[in-house]
């Protein structure tokens, strides 16, 4: 099925593949549009920062959090509520993140930060939250339309980036540009044209198929990932899957592994591994790999390609999406689709 181009084309309605397949294009746009967003754009006495947003919004949030872990200076926290913490005064950063521009958390959110004269940025589409950035004469960035939020992750995450860098909130060294060339040599080894026995994503979602994947991470590394990949098999593939952290995970999950055999044989586990593990984080990882391997159906330790903290996690995003693409054409489900969500947003309104 993977290889039949047809199959593929009748499932995949709305060309989710096509979409992961632009992703370096998205980023490139969204590094372009951010930099001219806030070329002269000045924020002084930042004491800490606050992405407000949800879904595939906050991801974006995640992503930069995760990677400044070691870099930044001030504190970086995502905000998944309809109010901020209470910490959040004149001296906060808050980037209100809603691709739609209609989130109703992040609209809540944004009108705390104002009570709390907060200094506020929009990134979004357009939608209330736009309207109320431009009534209120506080700066926004506006970000192309006309995409499923989680496919929008290049327009979430590099705004933030390029205004945090900006800013010189810490990431460090990160070279942006060799990081979207490895997103090109990525996706023509995962493209939905290459066969399945030269395809890696195809490959393992071929060996998910049937079973329940449990994605590890380590955290400040991957962990944020392993989110990302998880959340990608519930809208992608509608298939349930959970997520876990390296070292937390060794203090209580690794216990369930003891539980009913038969009902762990269902359980597939994905490692997201870097080459930025301590000893001690590589030693855990492997140690627990080996005591749990035999009550389980597979795992599946995923090195990323690229040298920079940044290249890694790009490639396991992309990596993560043609996966969760792939699985979703095998168990016949469109992508793109989400009448869960839909029915949920539909009765919350009535």
Known sequence: MLDRLDTIKKIDKGNMLGLIYNFPDHCKEAIEIARQSTRGLRFTNIMNVIIAGLGGS???????????????QIPIVVNRDYSLPAFVDE???????????????????YEHAKSKRAKI??????????????????????????????????????????????????????????????????????????PEKENPAKQLARKIHGKIPVIYGSSNLTDVIAVRWKGQFNENSKHPAFYNAFPELDHNEIMGFEGDKELLKVLELIVLRSDFENDRMKKR???????????????????????????????HIMLGDYVTAYLAILNEKDPVEIDFIDELKVRMKS
């Not at 001296?91 to 959110?109: M, P």
């Open 58 to 72: 906050a991801i974006g949030g995640d992503l930069i959090r995760m990677i400044t872990a070691n870099s930044a």
């Open 91 to 109: 001296r906060t950063l808050v980037i209100a993140s809603s691709y739609s521009g209609n989130t109703e958390e992040t609209l809540a959110a």
């Open 121 to 194: 940025i929009a990134i979004t589409t357009g939608g209330e939250l736009k309207n109320r950035a431009m009534a209120d004469e506080i700066p926004y960035i506006t970000i192309p339309g006309g995409l499923p939020p989680r496919a929008a992750l290049g327009y979430s995450f590099f705004p933030i980036f390029v205004l945090l860098k900006e800013l010189g909130i810490g990431f460090g060294r990160q070279d942006v540009e060799r990081a979207i060339d490895l997103l090109y040599e990525t996706r023509e080894q995962l493209k939905e044209d290459l």
């Open 285 to 315: 990882i492997d140690i627990t790999s080996d005591i749990i391997k035999d009550s389980v159906s597979g795992i599946t330790n995923l090195w990323p390609r690229g040298e920079t903290h940044l290249e890694q996690m790009l490639y």
